[in-house]
């Protein structure tokens, strides 16, 4: 999984729309971030295009990219990454890396402090990777740039750990004639709904913009429904289960049948009745000749 994050040090020129961002995401952090800003208003403008909470799969590998600018390579006196909790212990901060400064003409590794976790410093960039990662991983990613003039810049990420489907439910909703599927938890969660197997059409109801409910038109309502809420780890399903349908009315085979046997009988009595006229005439026919003879 990789990931690019930007952060600039530089003129003042685009303060305003990123910056905006930032504050409006970490609205808790907001008045730290603001002194930040006023400290350093000479030249610093920090940049995230991805201010969306990024969903890392397990045990995969987090790359993170910072985008560093600044008016001389010199300007650059250290890089650090850490890790702050998301939520709970406010002081829970970890240090992963701490790069020298300078603008390396090679890449240089940096210092880390955990074995899965790797940072480099390169032209204008720094790189993290975070190899196997895992939920004790996850949290606030801060990339914090320092200049000689004392200044710094810090972005932020936040990374959580993307979860499997789980504990998927149906419920009814009786005065709405919907129904309603729920995930206890999930990352990106994709709905879809199933009746008897086969995937819902009209003529049995319409699913909501976001899939989790199915209003049903269907009546009575009968049969299976199924809600599967799927993601890239794959899916978990859930079944309502109704009244069956065949009580409830008679299937296009089932009129076929009767139809057959109805035009069946109507030919065998219409063939019987031709019959039997046939054997009266013959029988009739025969009386006479019989009565000719005998004359
Ligand atoms: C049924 O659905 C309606 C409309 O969505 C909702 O207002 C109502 O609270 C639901 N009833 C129950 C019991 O969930």
Known sequence: MQVVVYVEICTCASTSAGVMALLDFLRWRAATLLLLFVAGLDCISVHIPNDEPMYVIP??????????QYGSPDELTGVTW??????????????????????PPQPVQCTVTRPNVRASLEEQASVLHVSHFAKADAGIYAVTVMSKAGQSSTALVIVREYEAVHHVSVSINVSHSSLVCGEAWGTEPQFSWLHERDAVTGSVGRVSPDGATLVVTKVPIC?????????????????????????????????????????????????????????????????REHLDDNI
């Open 223 to 287: 049969g299976h429904f199924t809600c599967v809420v799927s993601n890239k780890l794959g899916y978990s399903s859930a079944t309502y289960t109704a009244a069956p349908c065949e009580s409830g009315g008679i299937s296009g085979s089932t009129v076929a049948v009767i139809c057959l046997v109805v035009l069946q009988i109507l030919g065998a009595g219409l063939a019987f009745l031709l019959w039997r006229r046939y054997r009266n005439r013959n029988r009739g026919d025969r009386l």
């Open 59 to 68: 045990d995969s590998t987090l790359v993170l990219r910072a985008h560093i």
């Open 82 to 103: 850490e890790r702050r909790p998301e939520s709970g212990v406010p002081d829970g901060r970890a240090a992963l890396a701490t790069c020298p400064g300078g603008s």
